[in-house]
């Protein structure tokens, strides 16, 4: 059976996989990210034994540039418009890489385990991202960062996003953002993780931090479904993990917002694949390209 062999490339670590056709894992690794993206990323590969493997995916925290077959991962500096196909090719044997998004890599591996043709992936952690399968295909878009709904405008213009722009999802829903505007109303916790557990003993300033962030997240899945006539989106990342804290209000927002008469049955699933759907998608990116 053919195999495939899938990376995912992190802010902190680097996950790759042997994965076969029939969906299952020969063989796994994960190292953390030293001061030396390039040789982690050597270091990783050495790790596998690439007989029988035909292609290459890989899924990386963005920008990605797709024409450049590049990314410039916000959490490693050290990368600025790195040729990671170029690079992994040469590390593998020439074999031929296919490159996607990271969460467009979620969307896909989500796509490949459930046989949901059309749906969003939204990654809501750090930061929040998101990808698109349209009709069974991921969509990258003209220079690979499609469904970025992180940066869709949901806000007031006196929230300013580090983008440029103002009112984005990530500055509302994003871990560090609803920390932020918690803290803003003097509740003195550390991080996303302490917040959720907050959520869910029920101090207010966590709920309404969480209803409040979901309500942003809300309104982008809805206007996206609303685009695209999405039926499905699935939702994963650090801060999903909290479970009900989140998909309770997140899912009465979706209700809510949904207006129109093709909306009615949108579903917001957790994801099924938790931290490995991203290689799952880059797996499958691979054998499409294959
Ligand atoms: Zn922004």
Known sequence: MSAVFAVDIGGTKFAGAV???????????????????TATLAALVARFDLTGVTGVGVGSAGPVHL????????NIPAWRRFPITAVLADLTGGRPVALAGDAQCMALGEH????????LGVVVSTGVGGGLVLDG???????GNAGHIGHIAVGRDDEPCPCGAFGCVERLA???????????LGWTGTDARALAADAARGVPVARQAFARGADALAAA??????????HT???GGGVAAAGPVLFDPLRAAVARRSGIGFLHDLT???TALGRDAGLYGAAALALARA
């Open 19 to 37: 994965v076969r056709a029939d969906r299952t894992i020969a063989d796994r690794a994960e190292v953390p990210v030293g001061a030396d993206p």
């Open 67 to 74: 024409d450049l077959g590049a990314v410039s991962p916000v």
């Open 112 to 119: 490949w385990h459930a046989d949901i043709p059309t749906l």
């Open 137 to 143: 295909a991921p969509y990258l878009g003209r220079t």
């Open 174 to 184: 994003s871990g560090p953002g609803m920390v932020r505007w918690a803290a803003g």
């Open 221 to 230: 899945i809805v206007n996206t479904a609303t685009l695209f006539d999405l």
């Open 233 to 235: 989106a699935v939702v």
């Open 268 to 270: 917001v699933l957790p």
